[in-house]
């Protein structure tokens, strides 16, 4: 079973306190776009708890291929709910950054999920898969919604939004990734220094939820907010430059996705973004630069058809 699955960018990700259970409560609205995992599962052939991961594709360095993968962590989950033997051989092919801040890891888990319930015939619902998806982690169940959508508690709780067409997008790849713990930890240091305030209100821009309704690239591109961006760039001073160099060149908005390092900009046609991502890669600010359109399928198996 191949099931295909979507990255995400935050187009607004609000971090209020910390919780006692040491994440953050969020107002993080989610858009899934088109850059796409790629995950296969099928019965392996050896013991009831033989459970192996392979990973293809051109960056993939960091990626765990033992029990800690969040893929097989799902495999596990699932097979531990149904009462059966995870023996399993599950192969990704990545597409999405690692440890990029688009939630990579969240999306082949989702896949993972997905899959196992078609090989497997359980038959779950898309509503009984986002209790095991939101154990795994906090990004897994948009992953399997996709679309657009505001999650809140943990960013689990999740509510679509509406969205007229389509957006398009450029995303700048940075060498190496930024760990979202330690992202988190620095919008706290920041914060407990006074450098950054936390949030004076937990929801969602009306401006950014009308520009989403109302398909309106220029005013997203102005609602465009993200309150780890000071921590990613304070951890990572270069994306500054990556992110001036895309407003210079044009982009309606900018902005590092989620806990970064990649960097997202907004613009206003196809032909828009293919200019924005030629202008980046010239500038040489990105270790690579990709096209993307929003919003994008959840993981949806792609075969057998
Ligand atoms: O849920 P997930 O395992 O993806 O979270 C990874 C880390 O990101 C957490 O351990 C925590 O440090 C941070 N996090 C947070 N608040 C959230 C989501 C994640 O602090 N709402």
Redesign the pocket.
């Known amino acids: 079973m191949t099931v295909r699955v979507p990255a995400k960018v935050n187009v607004q990700l609000v971090?209020g306190p910390?919780?006692d259970d040491?994440?953050?409560?969020?107002v993080?609205v989610f858009h899934a776009v088109s850059l796409f995992d790629e995950v296969t599962v099928t019965g392996a052939t050896g013991g009831p708890d033989h459970l192996e991961v392979r990973i293809e594709g051109a960056s993939v360095q960091g990626v765990p291929t033992g029990a800690d993968n969040l893929a097989a962590r799902a495999v596990r989950t699932l097979a531990g709910r149904l009462g059966i033997a995870p023996a399993m051989s599950v192969r990704i092919r990545k597409a999405i950054p690692v440890a990029g801040g688009m939630?990579g890891?969240?999306a082949d888990a989702a896949a993972a999920l997905v899959a196992c319930n078609e090989l497997w015939q359980a038959g779950l619902r898309l509503e009984d898969l986002m209790e095991p998806a939101a154990e795994?982690?906090?990004?897994?169940p948009f992953a399997l919604l996709g679309g657009t959508a505001v999650g809140l508690?943990?960013?689990?709780r999740l509510s679509p939004l509406p969205v007229e067409g389509s957006f398009h997008w450029v995303f700048a790849f940075a060498d190496g990734g930024l760990s979202?713990?330690a992202?988190?930890?620095e919008c706290d240091r920041l914060r407990a220094a006074g450098t950054e305030r936390p949030p004076a209100e937990l929801k969602v821009c009306a401006a950014l939820s009308e520009a989403l309704a109302t398909g309106d690239a220029k005013a997203l591109g102005a609602a465009l907010s993200n309150d780890l961006q000071p921590a990613a760039l304070s951890l990572r001073p270069a994306l500054r430059r990556t992110l001036d160099t895309g407003r210079d060149a044009g982009a309606l908005g900018a902005l590092v996705s989620g806990?970064g390092p990649t960097c997202a900009f907004l613009a206003e046609s196809a032909g828009h973004a293919d200019d924005l991502r030629r202008r980046l890669a010239a500038a040489k600010v990105a270790r690579s630069a990709a096209v993307a359109y929003g919003p994008a399928p959840g993981a949806t198996l792609i075969s057998p058809p």
């Open positions: 971090v910390l919780r040491g994440f953050h409560d969020l993080n939630a890891g969240s795994l982690g906090s990004d897994v508690g943990r960013g689990e979202t713990p992202v988190y930890a806990s």
